[in-house]
């Protein structure tokens, strides 16, 4: 097994607010591979953004804060470089690219000036031949007269057209990861394909890694080889992307793909998650899903009356088990259940899992890609799903 | 009619039906709390109060003559017989208000009714003499007449028409008539009739006659214009530098500077609220105007805002003054004429950004006309940040008064801080420091108050703009 | 580019209008109209000069004539673009001209000759305070945002704003009184731009005869920096609180996070990608600016006696003056409006979003 280009472990980031520390990211843990798309999955709020922006050291400070944990790239742990050696990772090693590509250039330099920008920070190269290889980085992307467009602003140039731009700029420098902050959400549907075609075809060449952070289960399905699924501040469950879609094992993975469309069912009514993703600065004790979770409210319904407890929610009181609300404290702000291996290479974290109670707490590492894109790549169809 | 306003708790309460076009008053209450929870904003309240205080009760603090003596065997109070018709209605106003401080059911609409009743009752009364004599005597008696006439009829409107609308309960209207009723006859009565050249120098005369039996004097016994006291004295010439007598020195002509001080804090509230006001509502209007027609309308007032912009305020108000005169009320005007330009374009600006937005346009689909949605529920809400606005422009429009009376093209007679700070440098080349510092540190302390004020209240509004 | 500045300067037109039918109005309102206030003078005068002015004024606006013809006239005359007019009145051909703004009664001379030797002084104060305004509010606008919450932000915000109420007739008295008084200190001389032996010096400072001599430049400065104290410190803490405003927002914004993302260091977000961003309000505020510093130097004009524009208005008012008042504000105005279009253009080069066309 080789090893893995980034491993992050038990990551724990604090915000200070004025009604005091808040805690996000609680004991997130998850490994890159060379060449593997790891898709990040869940609702706004779970606290996925912020662990992609503590990979590049990006949380502001303050008012954030690195409590605990680890994030290993090429075996050099980047919580304990220097800013001056962080400078030097950031847009060489790991690249990143953001939701909104209207606001995510500087309105008053020209593209070319912010490739050349970075190509000059990083590669030690003239500024004539730094043009080339911006010039050569949109051509890549696939932008016609890459010559020109290095000229124009980029209120010139439409919303697709400035993420292309922020991919070249991204991928100027040849990252070895590449993270991709919900890339294509303020896109068109129809460019939002293109973007994702154009990330996968670049990964091919380059056998870049992508940490994808998404909330839409079928670019997941697209495109990710192992999916992380996120839920207030920690990883809940961990699979490939054929494994998870075929078995979800945590109730809120399940949740969640009940409430996606699919083809070929019988048209029911969509299914929706009930309650509200909770507030960092309130944390629900024990398991943080369990106000809104269905399987601990059927558990209760047939189990014994001092296994269950009566909770108070949005709509007003439930019945959910015990074990849900009080379980041992992992970390000062949690009571979390751990995330454990209970199918091989499938991490969950629930309870009421078959073999939760058996299963080795282990840290998920998955070294897989999947066969199918590989195919479709080569045979330049699009769009399959495993 | 019980929609008490307790800052802090109405608006604070989370309530998604509330949508932007309920009443704002809540909000405004809210945003009145947040604004003066901040250290910078009371301190600004406390001077301004100061300042209030000096204004009501300027003929109180500083005058020449008595509050009461006995001479020759008769009481009388020269202070109170010497009252303006001014004097009375500012001490009318300010304890009704005092009062209504103490009445929890009235909310603040019907407290502002109440007290501009107030002034429209007391007003024409202080003065019926003076208006009978220029009815009887005027040179135009058209134009004239039909003004007076005109003002007549608004008073009448106003005294009839602000408690019928209240319908306030018959406690109310039994209290306000114990109280203001023995006024009101006082005033048919004795109406106040200073006499038009005082005579300051008879009660002095009179005491070192030893005319005076007995004698409760005002705590400075200096009226602003109190002039002639050993002026010809040529061993102590004015201005003199602060004494125990003259706690702030004299200026040139030998007036006493704290009197002509506190006196000159009624003209620069008079000034701020009044010249204000008249800007709030022309910008108001031109700014509404624009933002409502947009089309041709809006390309002619910007036109006519960009004339005014540029303008130079100063130069603009200089070359009203050269050509209208000098006046207090003129120059009222005249700065709320120069200052209105802010104004409109906020307005206009905040019109334009609101009739784009989604619920206008769901509103506008549903039937609503957008001159109702534009007027009735977006200009209330407006009028918070214009309350920024007003504190600026209170600011700005005592800086143009004092700068006007510097320059020496300001009040001809009365007492203004710019006034006196105009005479700190003399043409010979002296320098009368008491006369720089104490004006100038009024003018300051009063701009700087109103700007802190201000500032407090745009960082409530808009936190994002705050410095925390 | 040129057809934006063309396009601008047509648009200054209709503005240009404006302003002329406010300053001819606010004089043709004035009780008693036109005439009055100019004759108002007329009571000192002897009955050759009282025909003289009469004349004057019947040749300049047509008294007996009707207000519109009035206001049409008179603009015919200041304009550099008119009908030419000849000695007995009558319209000759449309062509460009000398704009005749008319000529002082008090003093006996042409209107245009004074605007013409106090401009430059105001001109000259004014130009020397902007850049000293705008290199104070920036660096003190960059200190505040990077430093945003400490004592010393929360300090100079609150020293701003007392700065920016500080009156410039209180300032400005108070250093001529303390700082330029024999009996107190005496550092700065009490007036005028140029002491009385200007006229001899050299224009650098030079030893003769082992003694120093500061030579007209340094004279000159030294004359002028009470004055541009004045007038810089309340434009420099208000556009300082702006910069500091701008800054925090592009501070916040995504294109610095984009540039932090590829490796961009501390410094050069600052001064290169928030700092630019922040410029462009102030160039816009530029336009404001200089009304308040027109209006400001005649305050400054009138304590520190220098002869400019402001001190000339000031001089023409109490003279009674009235049409010295008159192109007086239409000058100033046509200059503040000339900024409003510098301001127009500089941001239209600063900021590429907008567009010429």
């Not at chain 2, 918070?384 to 422009?393: D, H, I, K, N, T």
């Not at chain 2, 003018?443 to 410095?467: M, W």
Request: glycine content about 8%; charged content about 15%; overall charge neutral.
């Amino acid at each position: 097994m080789p090893d893995p280009l980034l491993s992050i472990t038990d990551l724990q980031i604090g915000f200070s607010t004025s009604r005091g520390m808040i805690h996000p990211v609680r004991g997130v843990s998850m490994t890159i591979y060379p060449g593997q798309t790891v898709a990040v999955v869940g609702e706004s709020g779970c606290g996925k953004s912020v662990t992609a922006l503590s990979v590049l050291r990006l949380i502001p400070q303050p008012p954030g804060k690195y409590l605990g944990g680890s994030i290993r790239f090429q075996g050099r742990d980047l919580l304990q470089l220097s800013e001056r050696e962080m400078r030097r990772v950031r847009g060489k090693d790991i690249a990143m690219i953001f939701q909104e590509p209207m606001t995510s250039l500087n309105p008053v330099y020209t593209i070319g000036d912010q490739i050349i920008e970075a190509i000059l920070l990083h590669q030690g190269v003239s500024s004539r031949e730094a043009r080339q290889i911006a010039e050569q980085s949109l051509r890549d992307v696939g932008i016609a007269d890459p010559g020109r467009r290095l000229d124009e602003y980029p209120h010139q140039m439409s919303g697709g057209m400035r993420q292309r731009v922020m991919i070249a700029m991204a991928l100027s420098c040849q990252p070895k990861l590449l993270i991709a902050d919900e890339p294509t959400t303020a896109l068109d549907v129809t460019i939002q394909a293109q973007i994702l075609e154009l990330l996968r075809k670049l990964q091919k060449e380059r056998n870049m890694a992508i940490m994808l952070i998404t909330h839409d289960l079928g670019v997941v399905a697209e495109n990710a080889d192992i999916v992380n699924v996120m839920y207030a501040g920690r990883v809940i469950e961990s699979a490939t992307v054929e494994d998870l879609f075929d078995r979800p094992q945590h109730p809120y993975t399940e949740g969640l793909f009940r409430s996606m469309p699919r083809l070929g069912q019988k048209a029911t009514r969509l299914q929706t998650i009930e309650g509200m993703v909770p507030n960092p600065a309130q944390w629900p004790p024990g398991c943080k899903f369990h106000p809104r979770c269905h399987r601990t409210r059927q558990l209760a319904a047939n189990a014994p009356a001092d296994q269950t407890v009566e909770i108070r929610t949005a709509e007003g009181s439930a019945r959910v088990m015990a074990r849900c609300v009080h379980d041992l404290p992992q970390l000062p702000t949690s009571g979390d259940p751990e995330l454990r291996e209970i199918l091989p290479q499938h991490w969950a974290a629930c309870h009421f899992t078959e073999n939760y109670d058996n299963a080795p707490v282990t840290l998920p590492v998955i070294e897989h890609q999947r066969e199918v894109r590989r195919e479709t790549v080569e045979n330049g169809v699009e769009g399959v799903v495993p | 009619m019980s929609e008490a306003i307790i800052p802090g708790t109405a608006g604070s309460a989370v309530d998604p039906t509330r949508s932007a076009s309920t009443p704002p008053r809540s909000w405004l209450a809210e945003a009145l709390y947040n604004t003066f929870g901040r250290v910078g904003a009371r301190i600004g309240a406390v001077w301004i109060g100061v300042i209030a205080f000096c204004a009501v009760f300027a003929p109180f603090l500083a005058n020449s003559r008595p509050y009461l003596m006995k001479s020759g065997g008769r009481w009388s109070s020269p202070l109170l017989e010497q009252l303006t018709g001014v004097d009375v209605t500012l001490l009318a106003v300010f304890f009704v208000g005092l009062g209504l401080m103490f009445v929890r059911k009235l909310n603040m609409g019907q407290r502002a009714a109440i007290l501009l009743w107030v002034v429209a009752l007391v007003l024409p009364l202080a003065y019926w003499p003076q208006i009978g004599v220029i009815w009887r005597e005027t040179q135009w008696p058209v134009l004239m007449r039909g003004g007076l006439l005109l003002l007549g009829a608004i008073d009448l409107a106003a005294l009839v028409g602000i408690p019928w609308s209240m319908r306030l309960g018959l406690r109310f209207q039994l209290i306000f008539a114990v109280v203001l009723l023995p006024l009101v006859v006082l005033l048919i009565v004795r109406p106040p009739n200073p006499t038009r050249v005082p005579i300051y120098e008879q009660y002095r005369e009179m005491e070192a006659a030893g005319q005076i039996e007995w004698v409760l004097r005002a705590p400075l016994p200096y009226s602003p214009s109190d002039r002639l006291r050993d002026q010809f004295d040529p061993n102590r010439p004015h201005p003199r530098p602060p004494s125990w007598e003259h706690p702030l020195g004299t200026e040139r002509f030998g007036a006493d500077i704290l009197s002509r001080m506190i006196h000159a804090s009624r003209i620069a509230m008079g000034i701020g609220f009044i010249s204000t006001g008249i800007a709030l509502v022309i910008g108001v209007i031109v700014g509404a105007l624009m933002g409502y027609f947009v089309r041709w309308v809006d390309l002619l007032g910007m036109r006519l805002v960009e004339v005014f912009g540029s303008i130079p305020q100063l130069y603009l108000l200089l070359t009203f003054v050269a050509f209208f005169g000098r006046n207090l009320y003129l120059m009222m005007v005249i700065i709320g004429l120069t200052s209105w330009v802010g104004d409109a374009r906020f307005v206009r600006a905040e019109f334009l950004k609101l009739r784009q937005q989604d619920f206008v346009q769901a509103a506008r689909a549903a039937g609503l006309p957008l001159r109702s949605i534009l007027f009735r529920h977006l200009l209330p809400n407006a009028l918070a940040p214009l309350l920024v606005s007003v504190s600026f422009g209170v600011a700005s429009a005592i800086l143009a008064e004092s700068t006007l009376s510097f320059l020496g093209l300001g009040l001809v007679d009365e007492p203004s801080w710019g006034q006196l700070l105009n005479q700190a440098v003399s043409a010979g080349g002296g320098f009368y420091w008491w006369l720089a510092t104490f004006p100038g540190l009024a003018i300051f302390l009063t701009v700087f108050s109103y700007n802190l004020i201000g500032e407090a209240l745009r960082d409530a509004l808009d936190p994002k703009l705050s410095g925390e | 580019m040129l057809n934006y500045i063309i396009r601008r300067l047509l648009l200054m037109i209709p503005t240009l209008v404006g302003i002329t039918l406010v300053v001819f109005w606010v004089m043709a309102l004035a009780p008693g109209g036109v005439g009055a206030s100019l004759l108002s003078a007329e009571g000192a005068m002897r009955p050759q000069e009282r025909e003289e002015l009469r004349k004057y004024l019947n040749k300049r606006y047509g008294l007996d004539q009707p207000k519109w013809k009035q206001y049409l006239r008179w603009v015919n005359q200041i304009s550099p673009l008119g009908f030419e007019v000849d000695d007995a009145g009558n319209y000759g051909k449309f062509t460009f001209k000398a704009p005749d703004l008319g000529e002082s009664m008090p003093r006996g001379r042409p209107v245009i000759d004074l605007v013409a030797e106090a401009l430059p002084v105001t001109l000259l104060l004014n130009l020397l305070t902007v850049p000293i305004i705008y290199a104070i509010a920036v660096t003190t606008g960059i200190y505040a945002a990077r430093h945003r919450g400490t004592a010393l932000d929360v300090s100079t915000g609150v020293l701003f704003i007392s700065l920016w109420s500080l009156p410039v007739m209180w300032v400005g008295v108070m250093l001529i009184g303390f700082f330029a008084n024999r009996d107190i200190i005496q550092l700065f001389p009490t007036g005028g731009l140029h002491s009385t032996m200007a006229d001899q010096m050299t224009f650098l400072p030079r030893f003769v005869n082992g003694t120093w001599e500061r030579g007209w430049l340094l004279d000159t400065l030294w004359h002028l920096a009470l004055p541009v104290i004045c007038l810089t410190y309340g434009g420099f803490a208000f556009l300082s609180k702006l910069m500091r405003a701008a800054m925090l927002e592009n501070l916040a914004a995504d294109f610095v996070r984009t540039a932090r993302a590829k490796g961009v260091g501390e410094r050069a977000v600052l001064f290169r990608h928030v700092l630019r961003n922040s410029i462009l309000p102030l160039i816009t505020v530029a336009a404001g600016l200089l009304p308040g510093l027109l209006g400001g130097s005649i305050i400054i004009e009138q304590i520190f006696s220098l002869n400019g524009m402001g001190r000339l208005m000031i001089d023409a008012i109490n003279q009674r003056d009235r049409e010295l008042v008159l192109s007086i504000t239409f000058v100033i105005s046509l200059i503040s409006l000339l900024s409003l279009l510098l301001s127009d253009i500089l941001y239209a080069v600063a900021d590429p979003r907008v567009s010429y066309e």
